[in-house]
């Protein structure tokens, strides 16, 4: 099936929220003061911020869908798209483990990494589930080749994940795989992305972005936003009519992350918001360029802002710098300088990947030939 090449808005601004609201969410969790922390409001505001994540994976599977579905015939063959994805995802991949390393030496963590620093490192987090899921279904699209096939398998692994979690987080992995794999599957490593379930609103996103080019296509895209919301708000009643059946159908787990009603009822709500996102794309108009361009460039800010916040083996980060020790109004404060820094350093790369494409590719291999090399080779 052939598709418009129309650039839906309203994906780049629900990756806008998503990164807005994460990094506000990480510097509070990097830098509020302990006494903060035990109030009640905090747990309120973690409970919104619990709604974060899954839109952001959520965002980045739709993304994926609708590019993928709507230049169906150039994803289907191993040619130049391909191979840029495979190198994207790759790169996402590796750049997830970089930002757990526990020294920037090979040889040292071969030579002198603790059990804890190795298995700290093997850690999955956000980005190690992004690039894997979606590594996963762009071979599932190349290897199928058929686009509805392959949005059944979508659905289907997304139903599996969903129903699974529950028994995956409460089988010991550890002991039975090597650690690197069992990080994918359970937080026995506290990983806190692994594939259970987290890889689940990726696949739903790939889905929901299926479903929506199709009825846009056909004219009904305002007609499935509603029903979107109609029926999110039936799948949220009848998870919380499961959660009273004083039935227990899955062993002892983390109710709030792994239990299927509530991830039924998180993933309803993130459909949701994209409605809401979709019918305020139409009847507001955005007077700055900044939220679409953050939105496309969510990645980059994730990694960006991960990098000044917590730190890495080449930086020492705010929270190291400032300590858990600031009020809510400072936190707001080095919160609102950051996200302007953000703003700043997206835009100018954003520019130059768009004026200057081949100087932006070589910056980027440059430095990334720089490391890996420094990495390898660097003894102590």
């Keep these: 099936m052939v598709h418009s090449k129309q650039r839906y808005l309203f994906i780049d601004l629900l990756r806008f929220i998503a990164v807005f609201f994460m990094i506000q969410g990480h510097v509070f969790d990097a830098l509020l003061d302990h006494t903060v922390r035990v109030h009640s409001l905090y747990y309120i505001h973690d409970f919104f911020h619990g709604f974060i994540a899954p839109i952001f994976l959520f965002a980045s599977g739709t993304a994926f869908g609708v590019s993928t579905f709507k ?4 994803h289907i063959v191993a040619g130049k798209r391909f191979w840029k994805r495979i190198g994207k995802f790759v790169g996402l991949l590796m750049i997830g ?3 757990h390393l526990p020294y920037f030496s090979l040889h040292k963590i071969i030579v002198d990494g603790t059990p804890q620093e190795i298995n700290s490192w093997l850690q999955v987090d956000a980005l190690h589930c992004i690039a894997v899921s979606l ?19 979508t659905a289907a692994l997304t139903v599996f994940i969903i129903l699974l979690s529950p028994v995956m987080w409460s089988t010991r992995l550890t002991g039975i795989l090597p650690v690197w794999a069992a990080s994918y599957l359970n937080a026995d490593n506290s990983s806190w992305f692994p594939l259970f379930p987290w890889s689940a609103y990726i696949f739903a996103g790939v889905v929901f972005g299926w479903v929506f080019i199709n009825a846009k296509e056909h004219h009904h895209a305002v007609a499935l936003m509603q029903k979107n919301i109609s029926i999110s708000l ?13 039935v227990n159908l899955y062993p002892p787990h983390d109710f709030w992350k792994t239990n299927p ?3 039924s009822i998180r993933l309803s709500v993130v459909c949701i918001v994209t409605s809401g996102i979709f019918f305020a794309e139409h009847s507001v108009k955005i007077p700055s360029r900044i939220p679409l361009i953050m939105g496309r460039e969510s990645l980059f800010i994730y990694i960006v802002h ?5 730190g890495s083996v080449l930086n020492i980060g705010l929270n190291t710098l400032i300590g858990p020790h600031l009020s809510v109004m400072n936190a707001l404060f080095v919160f609102g300088g950051l996200f302007i820094v953000m703003i700043g350093v997206t835009y100018v790369w954003y520019e130059l990947k768009l004026k200057h494409g081949t100087a932006a590719f070589w ?18």
Excluded at 135 to 150: A, C, D, G, P, T
Excluded at 306 to 310: D, G, H, K, R, T
């Design 71 to 74: 230049k169906w015939e150039e």
């Design 97 to 99: 483990y970089a930002l």
């Design 135 to 153: 590594l996963f279904l762009q071979m599932v699209v190349i290897l199928v080749k058929n686009e509805k096939r392959v949005v059944q398998i």
């Design 234 to 246: 039936a799948v949220i009643a009848a998870a919380l009519f499961i959660l009273f059946i004083p």
């Design 261 to 263: 009603a509530m991830i």
């Design 306 to 310: 991960l990098i000044i916040v917590y």
């Design 363 to 380: 910056i980027r291999a440059g430095i990334s030939v720089v490391l890996l090399s420094e990495f390898i080779f660097r003894p102590w």
